[in-house]
């Protein structure tokens, strides 16, 4: 039987908020707007329990650097479509995921699937953590293993929410969010998976995404949450 090599899926490659990206979402948006024991908690908590849950697949044996630059457009984003024009949180979170949990190494470069995740990055760069994105993409040793055995996945949303607590936070202090206009939404899913000689399979998905939509303009992606909430 052939063996499954892992998937391109959130927590499956997950580094974690940079540091100094991490200080600056939380200090400057997520603090002001989840401060209460349970967000700390939640910020700062360990994921690996939902991670075992979500990912049956074994982790890489080195995960891609946090200072990695994202590739230059010019490597072309292969099968990763580009950001839709959305100016509604959740739905540009749901199309964050679904672009997050397709993708195709029989036609996409590792670089490419790279520069077409960047795309969708918030040009705020306080706010843009890189590297909790990166973190979602195999490194280029275990992408060429996966590009070996044409391994392709297709995600499909079923759908998205903002978390109890950031609910609860943004209904105490309303104009907390109107200095970064990032928003915190869950979203929930499926994706599925398959790769040479009929291989194949389905695990559901769920990811906790910062999103940033300033009124008038259309969302960017901000950072992916190192554990998921709901």
């Known amino acids: 039987m052939q063996k499954r090599l892992p998937s391109l899926s959130p927590s ?6 940079s540091a100094n990206k991490r200080i600056a979402i ?6 002001a707007l989840l401060a209460t024991a349970a967000t700390v908690a939640w910020l700062s908590g360990n994921g690996n329990d939902r991670q075992g849950r979500d ?3 074994a982790a890489p044996a080195s995960s891609p650097s946090s200072s990695e630059a994202a590739p230059k457009p010019a490597a072309g984003s292969g099968s990763v479509p580009k950001p839709p024009q959305i100016a509604e949180p959740v ?16 036609v996409t470069s590792r670089d490419q699937q790279l520069a077409g995740m960047h795309a969708w990055m918030t040009k705020e760069t306080t706010y843009a953590d890189w590297a909790s994105v990166l973190g979602q993409v195999p490194d280029p040793v275990l992408w060429s293993r996966m590009a070996d055995q044409d391994q392709h996945a297709t995600g499909t949303v079923t759908e998205g929410h903002y978390p109890g607590a950031f609910k609860q936070a943004l209904a105490e202090d309303p104009s907390a969010i109107t200095k970064a206009y990032i928003y915190v939404v869950t979203v929930n899913g499926k994706q599925q998976i398959a790769w040479k000689k009929g291989g194949g399979g389905a695990e559901e998905r769920a990811v906790t995404l910062a999103v940033q939509c300033r ?6 992606l901000a950072a992916i949450a190192p554990s998921v909430t709901q």
């Open 215 to 220: 009124p008038n303009h259309d969302c960017a």
């Open 55 to 57: 990912h049956a697949a």
């Open 26 to 31: 939380v200090a400057l948006v997520i603090t």
């Open 91 to 106: 739905a540009y979170a749901k199309a964050v995921a679904q672009m997050l949990w397709s993708y195709d190494t029989r």
């Open 12 to 17: 499956s490659y997950g580094i974690g908020w």
